[in-house]
């Protein structure tokens, strides 16, 4: 079946430590998208791909950095220059950019101690 | 930047009332997203509607581009159907425009 997979579901990190989350797809997807979410908010992009080995800043791109060196795969570390990493991070990916539905991964949760 | 309401904003039901949920946007979109959020965190879209009305078994999906208005309706509630439900219009046509409401408590009671 295709999908979107995210691993793990849980993570727990030492303040200071760079993590990586993963998120691959196999729905031939061009387009794939990296969001997070804090209690009681609404998600928030963080970075985006539209084609692989290209990826642009989001709105809250500060202290997170991608990769996008194969198009079924989009990881994003958070690294130990963002403030406030603990959160729900959501992956996505659609077909393209513009006029399709999106996709969502089941998100990973990271607590940073 | 495309402001986003929905109401109710926590909604209780009983077991097989037909729920309501309204979302309102201010910039006009192409198509929306409905979105459906449980407890574990995981996100599943609902709907992509860009006109008139959509229905995926007891759930049924409206929008109306002009009033900027969309509504998704639930019918027969079931306590599975517990979950928050998040309307997500997109500034323009791009799914990394997508600006998110901030969703609607549902439990349905058995």
């Known amino acids: 079946d295709g999908g979107i997979t995210q691993s793990p579901k849980y993570l727990f990190r030492k303040e200071g430590q760079n993590v990586t989350l993963s998120c691959e797809q196999n729905l031939n997807h061009d387009a794939m998208y990296w969001y997070r979410q804090d209690p009681g908010q609404g998600l928030r992009l963080i970075y985006y791909?539209?084609?692989?080995?290209?990826?642009q800043k989001g709105d809250i791109a500060e202290g997170y950095s991608v990769s996008r060196e194969k198009k079924e795969s989009f990881p994003l570390t958070v690294t130990s220059a963002q403030k406030n990493p603990t959160a729900f991070y959501l992956c996505?990916?659609?077909?393209?950019?513009?006029?399709?539905?999106?996709?969502f991964g089941q998100g990973t949760r990271l607590t940073v101690v | 930047k495309n402001e986003v309401e929905q109401s109710p904003q926590n909604l209780t039901a009983q077991e097989g009332e037909f729920i309501t949920i309204n979302c309102s946007y201010s910039?006009?979109?192409?198509?929306l997203h409905w979105l459906q959020q449980h407890p574990g965190g995981g996100i599943v879209s609902l709907f992509m509607l860009s006109s008139g009305k959509k229905k995926h078994g007891r759930l049924i999906a409206t929008i109306n581009i002009q009033e900027k208005h969309s509504s998704l309706h639930i019918t027969a509630s079931h306590p599975r159907d517990s979950a928050v439900y998040i309307c997500?219009?997109?500034?323009?046509?791009?799914?990394?425009?997508?600006?998110f409401g901030s969703g609607t408590q549902l439990t349905v009671l058995p």
């Open positions: 910039v006009g979109i192409s198509a």
């Open positions: 997500a219009p997109p500034i323009s046509g791009s799914a990394r425009q997508l600006t």
């Open positions: 791909s539209q084609i692989v080995n290209d990826f």
């Open positions: 996505a990916s659609s077909i393209r950019d513009r006029n399709t539905e999106a996709f």
